[in-house]
C-alpha cells in the first residue's frame, strides 16, 4: 500500500500508519524520480521490505516559479490558485484577457495557465499579443473544449501546452514543470 499525502509527516509514522498496512508513504510535493524510485523499490524482490517514507521537497532544486492563471471562471482560476501555490508556485489571477496583458507587461511571469474561450479577448488573441511584442513566457492552454484543430491553433501561435479542463493537479504540476525546466 502506498500513501501520497499532502500531510505525511515522520509524527504520522510514530503514529503507526505502517501498522495499518502502509508500506511506503510519498510526502507531497514530491519529485517524480522520488516515485519511480519508490515504485522501482517496491517491486523489486531482491529488496528487503521495509516501511519507507520520502520527506516532502522543498529544497532549491524544486520546481517553483511565477504563474499567472487567467480564467473568466472565478472557481476554476481560485481552484488552480490554491493548487499552484500548495505545489510551491507563486500564482496569481487574472480574469480576462485584457487583464491577463496588463499583468503581464507589469510584472515578469514564468508561465501563463490561458483559459481560450473567455469574454472579449480570448486566450488564442492574448497568446498572439504576447508573441506579437516579443513576451516568450511559457503558455499553457487549459479549455474546457477538447478540440484538436483549437489545439492545432494554439501550438501554431507559439503556445508550449494544451490541457483540458477539468484539470488534473498532478498533470497540471508535471506539464508546468516539464515546461520551465525547458526554459
Same mark, same amino acid.
Given at each position: 500500500?502506498?500513501?501520497?499525502?499532502?500531510?505525511?509527516?515522520?509524527?504520522?509514522?510514530?503514529?503507526?500508519?505502517f501498522n495499518l498496512g502502509v508500506s511506503y508513504c510519498l510526502a507531497k510535493p514530491f519529485k517524480w524520480p522520488d516515485l519511480m524510485? #519508490?515504485?522501482?523499490?517496491?517491486? +523489486?524482490e531482491q529488496q528487503p521490505k521495509r516501511p519507507m517514507m520520502l520527506e516532502p521537497v522543498h529544497?532549491? =532544486?524544486s520546481m517553483s516559479?511565477?504563474?499567472?492563471?487567467?480564467?473568466?471562471?472565478?472557481?476554476?482560476?481560485?481552484?488552480?490558485l490554491e493548487?499552484?501555490?500548495e505545489q510551491g508556485y507563486h500564482a496569481e489571477a487574472a480574469f480576462n484577457g485584457q487583464e491577463a496583458l496588463?499583468?503581464?507587461?507589469?510584472?515578469?511571469?514564468?508561465?501563463?495557465? #490561458?483559459?481560450?474561450?473567455?469574454? +472579449?479577448l480570448d486566450g488564442l488573441e492574448v497568446?498572439?499579443?504576447?508573441?506579437?511584442?516579443?513576451?516568450? =513566457?511559457?503558455?499553457?492552454?487549459?479549455?474546457?473544449?477538447?478540440?484538436?484543430?483549437?489545439a492545432e491553433k494554439a501550438m501554431a501561435l507559439g503556445a508550449d501546452d494544451f490541457l483540458t479542463k477539468p484539470y488534473d493537479a498532478v498533470q497540471v504540476h508535471l506539464r508546468l514543470e516539464y515546461?520551465?525546466?525547458?526554459s
Open positions: 500500500v502506498f500513501i501520497m499525502s499532502g500531510f505525511a509527516t515522520y509524527q504520522m509514522v510514530r503514529d503507526g500508519i524510485h #519508490l515504485l522501482h523499490w517496491a517491486i +523489486d529544497s532549491s =532544486t516559479g511565477r504563474v499567472l492563471v487567467v480564467d473568466d471562471d472565478t472557481d476554476v482560476a481560485m481552484s488552480l493548487v499552484l501555490s496588463l499583468k503581464l507587461a507589469s510584472k515578469s511571469f514564468d508561465a501563463v495557465l #490561458l483559459d481560450i474561450f473567455m469574454p +472579449d497568446l498572439r499579443q504576447m508573441r506579437a511584442r516579443g513576451d516568450q =513566457t511559457k503558455v499553457l492552454f487549459l479549455t474546457a473544449l477538447n478540440d484538436e484543430g483549437i515546461a520551465l525546466a525547458g
